[in-house]
Structures are given as C-alpha cells and as structure tokens.
C-alpha cells in the first residue's frame, strides 16, 4: 500500500498538546515542526506502528498518529508516538528514532473521548501483534538505532 515504508525518522522530542497524559492517560512523543514537514507526502495521515528508541536507548514497540486529530481539531499536521513501555520521566528534548513499518487506519472524529481511548487501546493492541511477526522483529535490530545522531536520514 506504501512505498515510503518502512520509514525511518529521527527528531528532538517537543512539547505538544498536552492531552496524550492527561486527557487520555496514554503518552505521546511529539516531534517538532520541522520534523513533521519533512515526512513525505505519499504518507497518508492515520495510525501506524512501528519501533521506537529514545536517545539511542532500548528500542520498544510503538503505535504512532499522523494527522489532525479529528477528535481536538487540529490545525497543525503532528506525528505523536506513544511509546509501549513505561518511561520513569519525561524527554523532551531527547532525540526519538522511529521506524514506521505498518498501517492500522485511517484518521477519523470520535463522538466521545471514552470512545477514542478505546480505539487507541485497539491500536495498541493491534501494533503488538504486528511487531511480533518476524517480518517486522527484524527492525528492532536495525542499525538505525544504534546510529550516531549525525547520520541523515531517508534523506533529510
């Protein structure tokens, strides 16, 4: 369905909305503007997972949003990744690397907030299973994580 994936993306972790703790109890990683723009177009917005290291630390399982966010609104295209492992503290500020391997679904409005939640449980779900196929086990090794931050990346 994709040709740009698998892609693979590195940026700074900014702060974002403020909603993925704290209205939804299920925390994202924002990457910054710049970031985001320099994601290729042929990548439709909607739900993807992948894997996901933070400051070239262990590499886990992730579940990422491209888009608006029909639900808040957005008026900003932003790529959030919640990360499925348990992080002691925030880290803003510290480099994300992500490689996108697969696609869930589309974008789309939700009539509630308990209603998108579970959707974003079902995701979860879903990316678990996905990252368990040898196909995709195999990117957890890539030497993309272990890269020195210099290094570009799909060209950027």
Do not use: C
Not at 73 to 79: E, R, T, Y
Not at 92 to 117: H, N, Q, T, V, W
Not at 138 to 153: A, G, I, L, Q, T
């Amino acid at each position: 369905m994709l040709k740009a994936l698998p892609y693979f993306s590195r940026g700074a972790v900014v702060r974002g909305f403020g909603r993925g703790s704290k209205d939804l109890g299920i925390p994202t990683a924002n990457f910054s503007e710049e970031t985001v723009e320099n994601f290729p177009s042929d990548i439709p917005t909607g739900i993807y997972y992948g894997w996901a290291s933070v400051a070239n630390g262990d590499v886990h399982k992730m579940v990422l949003s491209i888009g608006w966010n029909p639900y808040y609104k957005n008026i900003k295209k932003s790529v959030e990744t919640h990360i499925i492992h348990s992080f002691k503290e925030d880290f803003y500020g510290e480099d994300l690397s992500i490689i996108i391997l697969g696609y869930i679904r589309p974008e789309k409005d939700f009539d509630s907030l308990s209603a998108l939640i579970a959707a974003i449980h079902s995701d979860i779900e879903e990316a678990k299973k996905n990252l368990d196929l040898p196909e995709h086990q195999k990117y957890k090794d890539d030497n993309f994580f272990h890269m020195p931050e210099s290094k570009m990346v799909n060209g950027h």
